[in-house]
């Protein structure tokens, strides 16, 4: 089957995004597949045989400029336009116009696809991809509404009203696609917790949704070195509230007033942001390091450093670094939110759940890990052997094309009614 892969912004390392399509596409590609992805900046990084059509933007948000300015001669088009003037009024662009772009490209190569699967854009563009004769399979790894609803929170009114009219401006993109996932007729999600939000949050037709979970790839794998005594590791996709770093901060803090423990982020902070602040309000400079930009290899070598791990997200549809550290047997520690429990299991068995936002009840449950080496090791067996059974890419790309299959199928169908 020829599939065209669509992804507005793939981020290689950080972020559900990128990774995923990585690693899907080189599997599906290894099963006998043709895939061509086209992404917007910034691009992924993709293996042998899956062939990368760059949809250039003017990457308004990169790195280390974001929110930058273009010089005039960066426009190419209205659709550029359009995305400059978005950001200048507080608004998210990227998706809108990714899908903008990204139809107008297919529309020229009806003929080179059996099927176009979209990666979370869902833009009025992938509707437009639909009506020209493809058929359309879309991955939403959650609702981004839930995000909207922490970082409102997180801004409270009238105290901080302008920030909460930004935030809305931000999130204002969740209007077209609420009304863009009501339409679509086939819908891949990565938990059970994701279906019960897009129906919940979209208004979408639980039919429509099918879950399949992500995978693990081979490269996470027990540490051959010793563990760093009284380290911890956390992993988070964005500076954000949602991640829970506050929360693991101020559990950190009490920590160290009784012990000796180093605290890794894997995360690129915002610059004296309130991640920033917190620390510095803390006094834990001397105690927490930041990790960004790192290989798979080298992720893998920090995961397997700590005696600990913590995923203290508020939610996740899906928190692959979680099943990342357990096939690294690295124990842990988890907020009870989103699909964060479907991807541990039992509680105990494979990590230690606590109340999202409870500094206390982290505090405890880190404490009580780091005290007993025997059921850390127990942990991360555990951990390690719920990956192996449960969670492969190669799993994942068998599903995903049975859901391609039944796209093309039912287009068919519904040409043949005509």
Known sequence: MRVALLSYRSKPHCGGQGVYLRHLSRELVAIGHDVEVFSGQPYPELDEGVVLTKVPSLDLYREPDPFRVPKPREFRDLVDVEEFLGMCTAAFPEPRTFGKRVAKLLRDRL???????????????????????????????????????????HAPFPKHW????????????????????????TILTVSESSKR??????????????????????????????????????????????????????????LRTERDVELVLVTKPSKGGPTERLIERLGLEDAVRFVHGISDAELVEVMGSAEVACVPSLYEGFSLPT?????????LVVSRAGAIPEVVGPDGECADLVAPGDVGELYDALGRLLDDPERRARMG????RRVLDKFSWRAV???????YERAVQERAARADEK
Not at 165 to 174: G, P
Not at 323 to 331: K, Q, V
Not at 397 to 403: K, L, M, R, S
């Open 323 to 331: 099943a990342e550290l357990m096939a690294c047997e690295t124990p």
């Open 162 to 185: 302008r920030k909460q009219l930004s935030l809305r401006r931000w999130y204002s993109f969740l209007r077209m696609q609420g009304k863009v996932a009501r339409r679509l007729r």
């Open 397 to 403: 790309a068998v599903a995903t094309a049975q859901a």
């Open 197 to 254: 939000d897009i129906v919940k949050d979209f208004g979408v037709d639980p039919s429509v949704i099918e879950v399949i979970p992500l995978g693990v790839d081979e490269v996470f794998r027990p540490p051959t070195e010793p563990r760093v005594p009284g380290r911890i590791v956390a992993m988070a996709s964005a500076d954000t509230p949602m991640k829970g770093i506050a929360t693991l901060l101020e559990a950190v803090a009490k």
């Open 381 to 384: 067996a555990a951990g390690r």
């Open 111 to 153: 003929d080179d696809f059996d099927v176009v699967h979209d990666n979370q854009t869902v833009a009025y563009g992938m509707l437009d991809i639909e009506r020209a004769g493809l058929p359309l399979v879309t991955t939403i790894h959650h609702p981004i509404t839930f995000d909207r609803r922490v970082d409102l929170a």
